[in-house]
């Protein structure tokens, strides 16, 4: 049976040592050397390279991280029970360079939280529930736990669900994608605008899975960038330079 938040709450961290790889070179990292002194946002999901973990968990942490740390969040933690390897190679096929990893391989901080549920009949062995949480100097301030029904429920650990928490009434930037091309100049210049912008996009570029049919499919577009912002086509790069001047001037 799952923990309630009000179990959870008000208590510290569980204290474990997390076997890391960072820089590919073996660290064991403590949960004082994680949470202790600081503000943290972690997440936990049942796996790596999982389709919800891959699609939606960990890419929107990763796109409001800036908004988390302009809000005074020091650090923000993907936790799942995998190795170190497993974890390094996920993050680096993600390029979500803005979130810390931590493998919990053995289980042993998921365990202690309450949240290891048996994912046996999916081969999976011992897992995640899927939860985020809010840690201030290593006591659990907030937990969003995923309800304990069939599947893999997804509803309230999402990062604008912890973002709103943190900072109610935030306006939360609209998620941003854009389909490039590898040299092309007109995906350059759409890509200095969204940066000059600050804006934190998602970019997904050309490949034998990414390919011409894919772009036409998803934007009615052949040329190559189109960007979407908030699941809408916005265009090319002279149309992506239109739509923030026109905000600006707005």
């Known amino acids: 049976m799952l923990p309630t938040p009000d179990s959870l709450e008000g208590k510290q961290v569980p204290q474990v040592t997390f076997k890391a790889r960072p820089g590919n070179q073996w660290r064991d990292l403590s949960s004082d050397e994680v949470f202790k002194g600081r503000t943290v946002v972690l997440f936990?999901?049942?796996?790596?390279?999982?389709?919800?973990c891959s699609s939606s968990h960990l890419p929107r942490y990763n796109e409001l991280a800036p908004e988390f740390?302009?809000?005074?969040?020091?650090?923000?933690?993907c936790v799942s029970v995998n190795d170190a390897f497993v974890m390094n190679e996920w993050q680096a096929g993600q390029e979500a360079n803005n979130i810390m990893f931590l493998p919990d391989g053995n289980g042993d901080f998921t365990e202690a939280m309450g949240m290891l549920v048996d994912k046996r009949d999916l081969g999976f062995g011992q897992r995640s529930w899927r939860y985020s949480m809010l840690?201030?100097?290593?006591?659990?301030?907030?937990?969003?736990?995923?309800?304990?029904?069939e599947g893999d429920p997804f509803e309230v650990s999402d990062a604008e669900t912890m973002l709103r928490y943190l900072v109610p009434g935030i306006e939360i930037p609209e998620p941003v994608v854009m389909f490039s091309k590898p040299g092309c100049p007109h995906c350059a210049r759409a890509r200095d605008v969204l940066q000059r912008h600050g804006v934190q996009?998602?970019?997904m570029e050309?490949?034998?899975k990414i390919n011409g049919t894919v772009l036409r499919g998803v934007s009615g577009k052949s040329t190559w960038?189109?960007?979407f912002i908030g699941g809408k086509l916005i265009g090319d790069a002279d149309a992506v330079q239109t739509y923030y001047d026109s905000r600006n001037a707005g």
């Open 69 to 77: 740390k302009k809000h005074g969040v020091d650090e923000i933690v």
């Open 135 to 149: 840690v201030r100097d290593g006591t659990i301030d907030k937990v969003f736990i995923e309800p304990d029904k």
């Open 201 to 203: 996009f998602t970019e």
């Open 225 to 227: 960038p189109q960007v």
């Open 206 to 208: 050309q490949d034998r």
């Open 44 to 52: 936990s999901l049942p796996g790596a390279y999982t389709p919800t």
